[in-house]
């Protein structure tokens, strides 16, 4: 059965960091582009980032890019997100998830697009 496990969210202060894990069980991670997308309190749901894991390309939306960074671990068979420099505006519940297609920046705007999600994991950036 394969399944998308996130964890790792919580509350954090502006300009913290935080490190989201999904955990990617019955996948060959190599087959599979893996994501993070964000909805936001009264927001519609937005792709934050994505890596095609047989070449390691990522991805990244404007809003996040130079802040966040995804990546991946065939051998934990596990996605992270690492969030640095926090914002309040970044205060959203991550969702992970899975494509079985090659990655490109068009992904992050094409829900329909991804096969596979995880539950989420609530990320609060407040003082």
């Known amino acids: 059965q394969l399944q998308l496990v996130e964890s790792g969210g919580g509350l954090v202060q502006p300009g913290g960091s935080l490190r989201l894990s999904c955990a990617a069980s019955g996948f060959t991670l190599d087959y599979y582009t893996f994501g993070w997308f964000r909805q936001g309190p009264g927001k519609e749901r937005e792709g934050v980032s994505c890596?095609?894991?047989?070449?390691?390309?990522?991805y990244y939306a404007g809003s996040v890019q130079g802040r966040f960074a995804i990546s991946g671990d065939n051998a934990k068979n596990t996605i992270y997100l690492q969030m640095d420099n926090l914002k309040p505006e970044d205060t959203a519940v991550y969702f992970c998830?899975?494509?079985?297609?090659?990655?490109?920046?068009?992904?992050?705007?094409?829900?329909?697009?991804?096969?596979?999600w995880g539950e989420g994991t609530q990320v609060t950036v407040s003082l």
């Open positions: 998830a899975a494509a079985p297609i090659p990655g490109g920046q068009n992904l992050l705007v094409l829900d329909s697009l991804w096969d596979y």
């Open positions: 890596i095609y894991m047989r070449d390691g390309t990522t």
